[in-house]
């Protein structure tokens, strides 16, 4: 009701504006030119006062609603009446520059959505409106996580088990908290991302939900992997996040006791809005388990850094450091050397460098779908996918084709 009589009061004054110039201008230009400039305008209602009479009246008029409105906005509604006046809505908002190339098309909800913060962190994606939560925001959680390295998911509206949940979220006007909706099948999905350092993947995004949620997103997105960020290969300590705190604190202690075997415990919560930040935690330093107090400073030139941190850096790791394998033990039996267990020390890495000295081996995958497939490894194909023969005794053979980024667990069955 009160914007009504706002814009109501607006309008009227507008009209009385108007016709008042218009009887200027049919009582003369120059009186038409004039009434353009407040000052002029007054002196032609004094020196024209019977022409000028109707239309004062009318803009008067519309003062009365106009403050009516007013009153009422700022008895119910203060803080916006406040942000009204400020005037700050007449300035444009700043787009806010995560660093990512993000293109997407499509809509949240029934309305354009273009996401300018992207993230799988923990297993979760993020796909956001602004740099904390403001209009709108998707999320994509995925059941098996995320361990690292390139991601590729199918999901068709069939599927049941096992399944990512969608979670939107978007903020209606004059509320105070967003509006949520779960998504648990029934959509389709295909993602297929690729990692790039330090902290990134890029890749295709699809998304169609069910038409009631009006919701259906395709593109290229780029996502952070954690909240560092980087200045080309340095870590921008001007961000705040606790993540960057972490690799603060232990990029200090690596320096000052001039070891990289630094394992540091989860620091408390802290304001990031601080200048200064002083707290205690836990650290193993070369094995040896100790409990240090920390204090933090912010400036907005050098960003967060430990007070009084004059260690020199580290030199570059060795090759020996770079490389540390453990030898792969040879059985000894009466005095003859056996040929090495290829199970010890087997992995799916070990399996992608050398893939020729596994072949025809007997192996079982587990998938991130809970799906399992046994066979004889016959290679990697062209396009970089597992190929896994198994037999179908009498009725021929079957190859599973498995991308590395799906293989939750693989074991070697035979040495």
């Not at 110039?21 to 003369?28: D, I, L, M, N």
């Not at 022409?51 to 009153?71: E, H, K, Q, W």
């Not at 390295?149 to 399944?163: F, H, K, M, Q, R």
């Not at 952070?224 to 705190?245: K, W």
Request: proline content about 7%; hydrophobic content about 40%.
């Amino acid at each position: 009701m009160d914007a009504l009589l706002i814009v109501g009061g607006l309008l009227l004054i507008l009209c009385g504006l108007v016709w008042l110039v218009a009887r200027a201008f049919s009582t003369s230009l120059l009186w038409g030119y004039g009434s353009l400039l407040p000052p002029l305008t007054l002196a032609f209602v004094v020196a024209h006062w019977r022409r000028a009479a109707s239309p004062v009246l009318l803009l008067g008029m519309g003062f009365i609603p106009l403050v009516v409105g007013v009153t009422m906005l700022a008895n119910h509604n203060p803080e916006r009446l406040a942000a009204i006046l400020s005037l700050d809505w007449l300035e444009p908002q700043p787009k806010i520059d995560s660093g990512l190339n993000i293109q997407l098309l499509g809509e949240l909800n029934g309305e354009p959505f273009a996401p300018s913060l992207g993230e799988l962190i923990d297993g979760t994606l993020l796909l956001r409106e602004g740099d904390t939560f403001t209009h709108r925001e998707l999320t994509i959680r995925l059941p098996g996580g995320y361990r690292g390295g390139d991601l590729s998911i199918d999901v068709l509206p069939e599927d049941v088990a096992d399944l990512p949940q969608i979670e939107l979220k978007w903020l209606l006007a004059e509320q105070d908290l967003p509006v949520t909706r779960l998504v648990s099948g029934g959509y389709t999905l295909h993602l297929d991302l690729h990692e790039e350092a330090p902290n990134l993947l890029r890749g295709d995004l699809h998304l169609v939900l069910p038409a009631g949620y009006r919701t259906s997103l395709t593109g290229s997105v780029e996502l952070f992997t954690n909240r560092l960020r980087y200045r080309g290969e340095r870590v921008d300590t001007r961000y705040h996040s606790q993540e960057t705190l972490a690799w603060v604190v232990r990029d200090y202690l690596q320096r000052k006791h001039r070891t990289r075997a630094v394992e540091l415990q989860a620091i408390p919560p802290l304001d990031l809005d601080a200048l200064q930040l002083d707290f205690e935690t836990d650290a193993r330093i070369a094995g040896v388990s100790r409990r240090i107090p920390i204090s933090l400073t912010r400036s907005e030139v050098h960003g967060w850094r430990v007070k009084g941190d004059d260690a020199p850096e580290l030199p570059p790791p060795s090759e020996a450091e770079e490389e540390r394998t453990v030898p792969v033990p040879t059985t000894i039996v009466r005095g003859e050397e056996r040929p090495v267990d290829r199970r010890i020390g087997f992995s799916l890495q070990r399996l992608l460098d050398s893939p020729s000295r596994f072949l025809g081996a007997l192996v079982r995958v587990q998938t991130e779908r809970g799906r399992s497939a046994e066979g004889r490894f016959s290679g990697v194909n062209p396009e970089g996918r597992l190929v896994i023969q198994h037999s179908l005794g009498g009725q021929g053979e079957a190859n599973f084709l498995l991308r590395p980024s799906e293989v939750v667990e693989i074991q070697l069955l035979e040495p």
